[in-house]
């Protein structure tokens, strides 16, 4: 039995482990997707060279959690 916030072992192939995952994430709902994929990029920020050229594209920037006054 799965426990939260443990890590599990599973013996699955990679196909197997792949389509879980994505059934997994395509149960979440549009918010808790996006909440997951904000906290991925902020863990694991593209390196410069995965970045790219900039080609004007809409561009997400955390800010501190000091209140503006």
């Known amino acids: 039995m799965a426990v939260p ?3 599990e072992i599973r013996f699955e192939t990679k196909e197997e482990s792949n ?3 994505e ?3 395509m149960a979440l709902t549009p918010w808790e997707r996006l909440v997951l994929f ?3 990029i ?3 920020p ?3 060279h995965e970045r ?3 080609k004007g594209n809409f561009i997400i920037r955390k800010r501190s959690h ?3 006054g």
């Open 52 to 54: 790219g050229e900039a």
């Open 23 to 25: 059934r997994e994430f």
């Open 66 to 68: 000091e209140v503006r």
């Open 38 to 40: 904000l906290r991925d």
């Open 19 to 21: 389509a879980r995952r």
């Open 5 to 7: 916030g443990r890590p």
């Open 46 to 48: 593209p390196a410069e």
């Open 42 to 44: 902020e863990r694991n």
